[in-house]
């Protein structure tokens, strides 16, 4: 397992260019099976959930043809274009070894079902940041006339023609909310999604399938309208700028005391980021709509933290906001409404001297503490991400092991973060 080797200390000074989303890229792909034509998807991001969702496309019988690097492709980030063929589904099974270590593989259920009135996927088990069930899914496809049944560890989902319904979220879900947007596209009727997810990435799934012929209103807010269409055609696509990215590199800039220009990200939906780390004492422009201009000229100062679903502060940048606030003066107390484990990094932070305190869903920060470089242990992706920013700030050694975790979801972060002067060096296993 490769490891990272840190030496920290280091003010970040530089351009970085922002990858394609993960989180918009396998919705986005798991689309392509709702129809038989050619999809093409722009800025795919160059991580290893993508190799794995692609992987889980092939054994499904889609065919995938490497476009290489879009025309105009900036120098940074690798920008994979993809064309996607879904003519012939050959299998409807996600296999365990896949759902194990991918869990957005129950991406493809509502497709699958759409499509061909079948899917067989693992159940997912717990994970490292919380139970994380899929029952919403589950019960959303049975009010659209699915038939649900759990068979040896697998979910069993069979249809006729899905049919559409009024589907109310009980609990707001991303991926939930786009796999029903998936399934509903084809169903018969009207399907109406109340309590949707209102991310970026739901929007932009909802934008891939209205350039394929799917009839959607209102994505980006609560209430999602959809008109179900017999059939779906092909469609080019290029996916949105990845928001956690971004946001991570704003904390990196932050914590060394750097100074970045954060390049081809949208501005518009970092605005709970960039104002939350204002208070905290960064100074942030956006010069355009697609940039980011990041430095710090005073001493840092704590503050709270709330995640929430969108348009709130993501839990996927807690981890790495914790790692900042530590070098921040005061008290903050940051809580974590989204998923019940989501403090693994805390304990790892604490070893390089950070002054945390968790109780249940709160964790207390206090600083700033001087953070001395030590041997770590990476737990999930976003709190991989929060102990290379550690390791940054950090006097001395960090050494971050267990990095196939970040290879989830950042591309080649050590590289971008290297051209931009950090000490930081992959050591392979
Ligand atoms: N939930 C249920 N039942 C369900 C679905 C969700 O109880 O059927 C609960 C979850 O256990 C959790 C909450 O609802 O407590 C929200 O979970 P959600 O379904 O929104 O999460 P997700 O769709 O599985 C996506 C991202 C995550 C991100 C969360 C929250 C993708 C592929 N994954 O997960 O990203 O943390 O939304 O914003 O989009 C990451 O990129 O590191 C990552 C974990």
Known sequence: MDRFV????????????????????????????????????????????????????????????????APGSAPSPVRRRLRVEAQKITSVEAPWELVRTMRASTL????????????RISMPGGCAIGARPIDLHLKGLEKLGA?????????????????????????????????????????????VL?????????????????????????????TIRIQGVPRLGGAAHAVIPD???????????????????????????????????????????????????????????????TTEEYPGFATDMQAQYMALVTQAAG????????????????????RLGANIRVEGNRA???????????????????ASASLVLAGLAAQGETIVERVYHIDRGYEHIEEKLSALGADIRRVPA
Do not use: W
């Open 6 to 69: 840190i030496r920290g200390g280091v003010p970040l000074r530089g351009t970085v260019h922002i990858s394609g989303a993960k989180n918009a890229a396998l919705p986005c792909l798991a689309a392509c099976l709702l129809t038989d034509e050619p999809v093409t998807l722009d800025n795919l991001p160059a991580v290893r959930d993508i190799k794995t969702t692609c992987h889980l496309l092939a054994t499904l019988g889609v065919g995938l043809e490497d476009q290489g690097p």
């Open 108 to 119: 493809i259920l509502g497709p699958l079902v759409a499509r061909g009135g079948q899917a």
């Open 147 to 191: 038939q649900i049944s759990t068979e040896h560890g697998m979910v069993v989902a069979r249809a006729g023609r899905l049919r559409g319904a009024r589907i109310y979220f009980e609990r707001i879900t991303v991926t939930g909310t786009e796999d029903l947007m998936m399934a509903a596209v084809l169903a018969d009727g009207e399907t």
């Open 194 to 222: 109340e309590n949707a997810a209102r991310e970026p990435e739901v929007e932009d799934l909802a934008s891939l399938l209205t350039k394929m012929g799917a009839r959607i209103e209102g994505a980006g807010t609560s």
């Open 243 to 305: 928001r956690i990215e971004a946001g991570t590199f704003v904390i990196a800039a932050g914590i060394t005391g750097g100074d970045l220009t954060i390049a081809d990200c949208r501005a518009g939906h970092l605005l709970t980021v960039i104002e939350k780390c204002r208070e905290v004492g960064l100074h942030i422009e956006t010069p355009t709509p697609t940039s980011l201009r990041v430095s710090t000229d005073k001493p840092l100062q704590a503050a709270d933290m």
């Open 331 to 350: 008290t903050s107390l940051l809580t974590e409404t989204i998923f019940e484990n989501r403090f693994l990094h805390a304990l790892e932070l604490a």
């Open 364 to 382: 207390v920060v206090r600083g700033p503490t001087p953070l001395s470089g030590a041997p770590m242990t990476a737990s999930d992706l976003r």
